[in-house]
């Protein structure tokens, strides 16, 4: 135990009591300059599909339109997740410099922050930390302003299109893609919308150069990332590590000595189990073999002491409660899932009802309207193909 | 327009760019399979049966939702496509109370279509039904709404939104209790629901459905004691043979109709165009009678614009969310319930049949109808002036049990005593028409002169754009009229209630002004109508309105004053246009509604 393996990284937490000279500095940049840096740093979204931070920016900067918007997501909503939160009280001039770093690029007068209804309680602090960012904005005649935006608490609305059909006051549910957000995004307008973390990443890179960014990590997954590590650890909490690490030195370092499975990526991820260990790096899929970080970083443990099948019948549950409902094979796929383990499990279907689905899982990913439901199959078929078993008796 | 290279199926095709891939596939004979789109609404790309394979993506896309692009290969049949989508039906059914042979929509149905293009006969999934507790709505006299019927599609939330602005039915919940509801999942009949029935055209499913008097009107016909009339509204005549395939003379068919209803055995086939014609007479005088208290007797109460009247989704629409404008509304009752009043007082006295004796029934291409006739102030004749409204659904349904060949039947003529009408009375069935017809009326009456368009036909007032607007400015007319000499008269009509939402708001924000306004609820006015044959597209809708204007052609008479029974009916029962009579009979008052 202990830190053996991984190298803990400590860019995001650290304070920076220099930040207006840096929010100065960047704006005195040239906007394909800061473009640039965001590119070559590799940094790619932290917030669950991994787009390239640079390219998302650079393709909204290209839009002709007068009003752009650019939306820090912060809902959050991944169980046992907080690392967002975190950020947010401790370094949230990182992520109003990050928001004014792309809304100069884009050029954007307003920015959203679309906070967690939950956490509501960091309004004060959050509004504080925005007036002070609003001063330096003037002071360096930049004309910016940011906002809160209090969400109503439901887990598809951190999917960036529900979460601005739900700023614009409509009920949260994914829209199609495309369009997407950067050609017509918050009220029809070209839209960055960024993870609280990737902003504050953006940070780092504007102050430290692409490069230092660059050298973390490995290839396609460069930098490094907050995982909330929970489960049956010894050490739960919120770490900064460097990307592309093997899940076997993850287990190593923060496991019980007992760790069956690791699941990365929380309820939408990968169950990783002991077997595939060695193997399995943690990063963005590319060229690396390895598997992707579908959402905020959630990492959880399972001893040999947990049931896999609860663990599954956990997720399906949450799965069936969050989905937004609109579209056939996410809403009806994940009642299908849960009543179909359930079935199993009880001797009412025979155990090849799995397969069925499992084929059923197939047509969920290619079929749902939007990541929610594309990757319930993801946890689905990592825990059924792995710990079948664990699943029928 | 920057056209699109593409290949369906292997097929190279060229389309304007904005196309979909399900138009395109259209265009190649392709069809896909579809549910929650719909022509007349915004894309939803919720229920994803349209999938296809886009060679070289992961995921499949929805048709209807994707734009064709550059360069693009779509496969619509591929392994893949067929499994997802054979998921996708059983999915659906799993979740649905799929009773084909005890539900309403049993051959009409585009989900049961699809299972049996599908051959879903093993599915593979639970049973979902056991686990729900799905509510079923009939208290709305109009609409019964079975949510164990509900696919989801969300079509009547944007229907009722987009094309009405109402919302009255909304999405509740989320995931597997997602479900589609009402304000604080309140009945229908206690929001701001029009009854107009579109949500229920617009649904592929049995989970809206127009509320059935189907054996109330059999027991009515067995029952010897029972003298039963019937009244056709003017778009059924124009609707009702897409039920049977017609689709020769435009798909008219009103001789065939008068001639079935006989069969079915009503005792008097007559005709609402005899009250459209009323109608005009009676709303004619009414807004000559405010312009003149108006321009000339400086009255400040008297209300201008005039609102026409007959249509009572409209006018339920305004009680709930423009209380304010009730005044404007006119007081004459719509031509169902002025020919429901007669029927049981004028008609009963010239036949000599006791009312109480009498049933009236109405064919209408309407589900507000329903809820007009149960209002209570629609009983001025002593009795229910209505007792059963059956939407040209309904009737088509009753014929068909009766095992008339529809198509076969000569054509026969309505009974005399409120059946005869003119070109007036039938176009009440498109938007413009009523203001057309009241034209027509109005400026001879003023002027001594037919109106001075060719043929009689108003052409500025007919057609499908959402909001029209007419002016004409009265010369030399008559000495009774003479003050309105130089007066232009200013016109619009609004068909579908959201046209009517914006409309109002011109007229409230002072940027337009009229003298007479036209509403229709409904998208095209009757003739798209909630109780029309399912389904409805604009080019549905274009068939029909051509249809209409070509029945009005063909007739001997185009204006209302020239009835003959019009006359009549004035002269031996009514008196004149607005006389106590009238008002007792055919004109009615309205009240504010709740806004859920
Ligand atoms: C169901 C669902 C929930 C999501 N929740 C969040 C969330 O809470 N926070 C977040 O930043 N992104 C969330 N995302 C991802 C967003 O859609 C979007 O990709 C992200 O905010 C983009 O920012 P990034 O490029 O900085 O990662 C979610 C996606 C899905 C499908
Ligand atoms: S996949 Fe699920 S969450 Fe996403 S749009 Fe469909 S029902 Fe809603
Ligand atoms: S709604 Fe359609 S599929 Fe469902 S029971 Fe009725 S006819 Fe059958
Ligand atoms: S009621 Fe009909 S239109 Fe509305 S969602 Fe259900 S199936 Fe679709
Ligand atoms: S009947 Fe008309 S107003 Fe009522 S819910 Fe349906 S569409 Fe809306
Ligand atoms: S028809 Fe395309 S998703 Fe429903």
Known sequence: ?393 | MKQINLKINGIAINVDEGMTVLEAAKKLNIRIPTLCYHKDLCTAGNCRVCVVEQVGRDRLVASCATPAQEGMEILTNSLQVRNSRKHIIELLLSEHNADCTKCYKNGNCELQNLASEYKITNPDFIDLVPYKNYAYDDLSPSIIKDDSKCIRCQRCVRTCAEIQHLSALCVAHKGHEMKISTFAEKPLQEVVCATCGQCVIHCPTGALTEKNYIEEVWDAIADKDKHVVVQTAPAVRVGLGEEFGIEKNDGRVTGQMVAALRRLGFDAVLDTDFTADLTIMEEGTELLTRLKKALVENDKDVQLPLFTSCSPGWIKFVEHTHPDRLKNLSTCKSPQQMFGALAKTYYAEKRKINPENIVSVSIMPCTAKKFEADRPEMRDSGYKDVDYVLTTRELAIMIKQAGIEFSRLDEEKYDRLMGESTGAAVIFGATGGVMEAALRTAYELVTGREIPFEHLDITPVRGFDGIKEASLTIEDALPDWDFLNGVTLNCAIAHGLDNAHHLLKRMDSGEASYHFVEFMACPGGCLGGGGQPIPTSPEIRKKRMKAIYAEDGDMPLRKSHENPEIIDVYREFLGEPLSEKSHHLLHTHYKARERY
């Not at chain 1, 760790?259 to 060695?278: D, E, T």
């Not at chain 1, 383990?341 to 009802?353: H, L, N, S, W």
Request: negative net charge.
């Open chain 1, 1 to 393: 135990m202990g830190t053996k393996h991984l190298r803990r990284m400590d860019l995001i937490f650290t304070r920076d009591d220099d930040y207006k000279n840096l929010v100065k500095d960047i704006l005195s940049r040239k906007n394909e300059d800061i473009i640039n840096e965001m590119m070559e740093s590799g940094l790619k979204g932290r917030g669950g599909a991994g787009f390239p931070t640079g390219l998302k920016w650079k393709l909204t900067s290209e839009k002709p339109e007068a009003t752009k918007y650019i939306i820090c997501n912060a809902d959050e909503g991944e169980p046992g997740t907080f690392k967002d939160r975190e950020i947010l009280t401790q370094v949230p001039y990182k992520v109003l410099t990050g928001m004014a770093a792309c809304a100069k690029v884009i050029g954007a007068k307003e920015g959203f922050i679309y906070l967690r209804g939950e956490y509501h309680f960091l309004v004060d602090l959050l509004s504080k930390a925005i007036d002070e960012f609003h001063q330096i904005c003037k002071v360096n005649s930049f004309d910016f302003n940011v906002y809160i935006f209090l969400g109503s608490g439901a887990y598809i609305c951190g999917e960036e299109s529900a979460l601005m059909e739900s700023m614009e006051g409509k009920r949260g549910e994914p829209r199609n893609k495309p369009p997407f957000p950067t050609d017509l995004g918050y009220l029809n307008k070209p839209t960055v919308v960024n993870n609280v973390e990737t902003l504050a990443h953006a940070f780092t890179i504007l102050k430290l150069g692409a490069k230092d960014f660059h050298d973390l990590g490995v290839q396609d997954s460069h930098g490094s990332k907050l995982f909330s590590v929970s489960g049956d650890t010894p050490i739960p909490g919120i770490y900064e590590l460097e990307l592309g690490m093997s899940v076997q030195d993850f287990a190593d370092d923060f496991g019980d000595g007992d760790c069956k499975a690791v699941q990365v990526g929380g309820a939408s991820g990968f169950l990783v189990p002991r077997k595939r260990f060695k193997e399995t790096s943690i990063g963005y899929q590319g060229k690396l073999k390895g598997i992707s970080l579908p959402t905020g970083g959630s990492m959880m443990l399972f001893n040999s002491s947990r049931s896999m099948y609860n663990v599954l019948s956990n997720y399906l549950d949450f799965f069936q409660e969050e989905s937004c409902g609109q579209c056939t094979p996410c809403r009806v796929g994940c009642q299908q899932l849960v009543k179909g383990i359930e079935q199993v499990k009880r001797g009412e279907k025979p155990a090849a009802y799995l397969d069925v689905l499992l084929k059923l899982t197939d047509t969920m990913k290619v079929t749902a309207k939007c990541g929610l439901g594309q990757s319930v199959a993801n946890s689905f078929q990592s825990i059924v193909e792995n710990f079948k078993e664990e699943m029928i008796y």
